[in-house]
C-alpha cells in the first residue's frame, strides 16, 4: 500500500531563514506526490505536486518541492520564511492506477515561524 | 468562482443518532471524494464519488454512505454514530477520475459526537 511519512510533528524557524519540512514515500510504481497547507478551521489549500519530470517542483506562495528518488523523499522547502507561512503542512500521495482515486495523508507538520 | 462549499459547519450529534453532511464542488468539478480528519491526524480517504457511483472506498465500516446528485454535489451519511466518529469531515472535488490533478478542499465540517 502507499504510504508518506512526516518525521518531525514540529519545525520551528525564523522569519526570513530558509525551511525545510521533511516527507518520505512508500509506493509501489511511480509516485504521484502533493503538499498541502492546512490553516487554522479552514480545509486543505493545494500547494503543489510532482508527477513527472523536473525534480525541483515550483508552487505557490514561494514554495518549492525536492523530489528524490533514491532516498523516496519530497521535501518542501522555502528559501525566506514568512512568519505568514505558520500553519499545518500535509505530504500526500496518489495511489496507484488500480486504486488512483485515493489520496494518503502524511500525519502533518506544524509550522512555526518567529518574527 | 465558487470554491467548494460545505455545509453544515459544526454539528453536535448524540452516539447512536444519524448525521448528513453536504457538499457542493468546484465550479467544474465532477468528482467528489470525502476524509476524515480526527484531531492531530492527517485526512483518512472515505470514498469518491463519480457519475452518482461509489468508485472508490476506503477502510471505513458500512455506517458510512455516500450519494452524489446529478449536480454532483454529494452527501456523507454517517448512521449509528460513536464517539469516535467526532472530526472533521473534509470534502473534496476534482475533475474526472484517473487523472494527475489535485483535488480542491472544503472548509469541512466539525463534528463532535456526545
Known amino acids: 500500500a502507499q504510504s508518506v511519512a512526516q518525521p518531525e510533528d514540529q519545525v520551528n524557524v525564523a522569519e526570513g531563514n530558509p525551511l525545510t519540512v521533511k516527507c518520505t514515500y512508500s509506493?509501489?510504481?511511480?509516485?504521484?506526490l502533493f503538499w498541502y497547507v492546512q490553516y487554522p478551521n479552514r480545509g486543505l489549500q493545494f500547494l503543489l505536486k510532482y508527477i513527472t519530470g523536473d525534480n525541483l517542483v515550483k508552487g505557490s506562495y514561494g514554495f518549492e518541492a525536492e523530489f528524490n528518488k533514491s532516498q523516496t523523499s519530497f521535501h518542501l522547502k522555502k528559501p525566506s520564511a514568512l512568519v505568514s507561512d505558520s500553519a499545518l503542512y500535509f505530504c500526500a500521495v496518489r495511489d496507484s492506477w488500480v486504486n488512483f482515486n485515493k489520496f494518503y495523508f502524511g500525519s502533518g507538520t506544524k509550522l512555526n515561524v518567529k518574527p | 468562482d465558487a470554491g467548494v462549499t460545505q455545509s453544515p459547519t459544526h454539528l453536535i450529534k448524540t452516539r447512536g443518532q444519524q448525521v448528513t453532511l453536504r457538499c457542493s464542488p468546484k465550479?467544474?468539478?465532477?468528482?467528489v471524494s470525502w476524509y476524515q480528519q480526527a484531531l492531530g491526524q492527517g485526512p483518512q480517504f472515505i470514498f469518491q464519488y463519480y457519475e452518482e457511483e461509489e468508485r472508490q472506498r476506503g477502510n471505513f465500516p458500512d455506517r458510512f454512505s455516500g450519494h452524489q446528485f446529478p449536480n454532483y454535489s454529494s452527501e456523507l451519511n454517517v448512521n449509528a454514530l460513536l464517539l469516535g466518529d467526532s472530526a472533521l469531515y473534509l470534502c473534496a472535488s476534482s475533475r474526472g477520475t484517473g487523472t494527475s490533478g489535485e483535488q480542491y478542499f472544503g472548509p469541512g465540517t466539525r463534528l463532535t459526537v456526545t
Open positions: 465550479s467544474g468539478h465532477d468528482t
Open positions: 509506493v509501489s510504481g511511480n509516485p504521484y
